[in-house]
């Protein structure tokens, strides 16, 4: 007896031997990017108990750890300042030594959304990026730009790993890049010179429930989380789906904050979406340890588009209103205007070929707010007040960042005036006054003006910008009595 137990325990002892595998996160892989000067996290799988040790090669320290019951392990290494460098690590334990190279030190930020964000420059069909032919034939740029692509895949049960790998900016592979991570890597590229790594998280059609965990979802009352009500969904409306296969395997690698394009999917649900997006912003940081929201959080106004089926309620605009209102009221989060990003062929497009200037004006939130860069404008004119003119019949709408004033007061596109019966006339006369800053506004079909509105409408563009070229925020204010 004593003899077989003996035997089956070294048959045991060989079985966990053959199984045991060290085998850290996709994303800790060849090529990747870690956030400078920081603790970044490095984490991984291997047989429960087994010790691990990583040492890397900016400077020559060791890490050691033991890996949990569950066979996860976790190590936080320093890391230098931001450079061109290519180091490497080795990561140790369970008797295999796996060395990962070309490793940079740079900026690193998550991207995610719907499919404005996911996007790749080589665009989708019928549904070009403008000018992408000169950015994927430019030279190489592998030191500067790198993105790791994480597949558009769902799960009902939270995975731990994700298939990818971290790509280098060059022909072969910018065509697959999110075409607004790219321009916002570009350009943060571009000022500071240190390398820019962007994880690339979006699911086209993605709702903000989406990219939420199952236990919140169970909070709010509409939402019927049973499994055959999810089958019976369009794939990209699904809740928490996206977060279980996407979200939950890269959570937690260090990054500088959040770049977000998303709201089309939650048309129509404007008046949830500020309880909504904060939740999961909030909780988006806690998987960070993110207690005092020092990771930012920039949005994507959503972009005009001709909403279908077409209604008498401009749902689009709606949750542009509450894509601003959400950005002011959630701590370090900002939103970025595209009113003036659309051609008038493309309002039956929800995919505007304007991706370019999408990300860089991502880039100068980045680089005004977090990385010191005061000059770079990044805060688009907003409404905040309308009233009437002394001894005029014109109105004045203030107006914030607009201190060296607008970029025009003539063919304005957009802005209109309507009185008591509610019918709204474009604005004839504009013109932006220097003391007190407002603009001066008139039209020769309205005599009783109670309303002003901006850009306001599923598909009403709008030309209007302050002298740094950041477009007004569509907006829809009453006149003060």
């Known amino acids: 007896m004593k003899r077989i137990t003996a035997i089956l325990a070294v048959m045991l002892g060989l079985c966990l031997s053959a199984q045991a595998k060290l085998d850290p996160s996709n994303l800790i892989s060849d090529g990747m990017v870690m956030q400078q000067n920081t603790e970044a996290r490095i984490w991984g799988t291997a047989t429960p108990g087994a010790q691990i040790t990583v040492t ?28 061109y460098k290519a180091y490497s690590m080795t990561i140790k334990g369970d008797g295999e030594t796996i060395r990962i190279k070309d490793i940079l030190i740079g900026e690193v930020w998550f991207a995610s959304g719907q499919s404005n964000m996911q996007m790749p420059m080589m665009g989708f069909y019928n549904c070009p990026v403008e000018n992408a032919a ?38 072969e592979t910018v065509p697959y890049m999110s075409a607004t991570a790219y321009f ?4 943060l590229n571009e000022v500071m010179d240190i390398p820019v790594g962007i994880i690339n998280c979006a699911y086209g059609g993605a709702r903000i429930e989406s990219w939420t965990p199952k236990e919140i979802l169970e909070t709010y ?31 937690g690698y260090t990054i500088k904050g959040f770049i ?5 999917s939650n048309a129509g649900k404007h008046e949830q979406f500020c309880e909504r997006m904060t939740n999961m912003v909030n909780h988006w940081r806690e998987c960070w340890g993110d207690k005092d929201a020092k990771l930012p959080f920039y949005m994507v ?19 542009r209103q509450a894509q601003h209102e959400t950005a002011k009221s959630i701590p370090n989060c900002g939103c970025i205007v595209t009113n003036d990003l659309v051609r008038s062929y493309e309002q039956d497009n929800i995919h505007p070929a304007k991706k370019k200037e999408v990300g860089e004006r991502l880039a100068f939130m980045a680089l005004n707010r977090d990385y010191g860069y005061s000059k770079i404008a990044c805060d688009s004119p907003e409404a905040v007040r309308c009233y009437r003119m002394a001894n005029s019949c014109e109105l004045a ?15 304005i596109e957009g802005l209109e005036v309507a009185g008591s019966e509610g019918v709204f006339y474009p604005v004839t006369y504009a013109y932006f006054e220097w003391e007190p800053k407002v603009l001066r506004i008139r039209s020769e079909f309205v005599h009783d003006p109670c309303v002003v509105r901006y850009g306001w409408g599923d598909f009403k563009p709008g030309n209007l910008k302050n002298v740094e070229g950041l477009p007004v925020a569509p907006f829809y204010i009453k006149v003060e009595e």
């Open 397 to 411: 709408v203030e107006l914030t960042n607009t201190d060296n004033g607008l970029s025009r007061w003539m063919e």
């Open 260 to 264: 977000w394009y998303q709201g089309c």
């Open 56 to 83: 890397t090669s900016w400077n020559g320290a060791s890490y050691r750890t033991k890996a949990d019951g569950a066979g996860c392990w976790n190590i936080y290494a320093k890391t230098p300042e931001a450079s």
């Open 301 to 319: 106004e959503l972009a005009p588009y001709r909403n279908k089926p077409q209604t008498a309620v401009p749902y689009f605009a709606l949750l």
């Open 134 to 171: 000169e950015y994927i034939s430019a030279p190489a740029a592998k030191e500067k730009i790198r993105m790791f692509n994480v597949p558009a895949i769902q799960s009902y049960e939270p995975l731990t790993e994700v298939e990818g790998e971290w790509k280098g900016a060059e022909s």
């Open 184 to 187: 916002f890597a570009r350009e």
């Open 221 to 251: 009352p509409d939402e019927d989380l049973r499994r055959e009500t999810i089958e019976s969904m369009i794939h990209y409306h699904r809740p928490y789906l996206a977060y279980n296969a996407m979200f939950n395997p890269t959570k």
